[in-house]
């Protein structure tokens, strides 16, 4: 059985800290970090942080999925499954 993750202490999770995470998969990653854009706006739209904390926050966010997304394409870049296409 595997360990997981304290429930207590998911929410204070960074953008940084949930790319780096090996407990989520790649679905997981990608869905937490939208949510967390989702409740960014919300934020933004209260007016309860400088728009340089929310700009700031937005592209730790977007720079977080794109390297989710590489992470995934990296990890498939080795794999060979059946022919050559040109074979």
Same mark, same amino acid.
């Given at each position: 059985? #595997?360990?997981? &993750?304290?429930?207590?202490?998911?929410?204070?999770?960074? &953008?940084?800290?949930? !790319?780096?995470?090996?407990? #989520?998969?790649? =679905?997981?990653? @990608? %869905? %937490?970090?939208?949510?967390?854009?989702?409740?960014?706006?919300?934020?933004?739209? =209260? *007016?309860?942080?400088?728009? =340089?904390? !929310?700009?700031?926050?937005?592209?730790? @966010?977007?720079?977080? @999925?794109?390297? !989710?997304? %590489?992470?995934?394409?990296?990890?498939?870049? *080795? =794999? !060979?499954?059946? %022919?050559? &296409?040109?074979?």
């Amino acid at each position: 059985m #595997f360990d997981k &993750p304290d429930l207590s202490t998911e929410a204070d999770l960074t &953008p940084e800290a949930l !790319v780096a995470d090996e407990m #989520f998969s790649r =679905e997981e990653k @990608i %869905r %937490r970090l939208r949510d967390m854009k989702h409740d960014l706006g919300r934020t933004a739209d =209260e *007016g309860s942080a400088s728009l =340089e904390a !929310v700009e700031e926050k937005m592209a730790a @966010i977007n720079t977080a @999925i794109s390297k !989710v997304k %590489r992470q995934q394409a990296d990890d498939d870049a *080795g =794999e !060979v499954l059946g %022919r050559m &296409p040109n074979a």
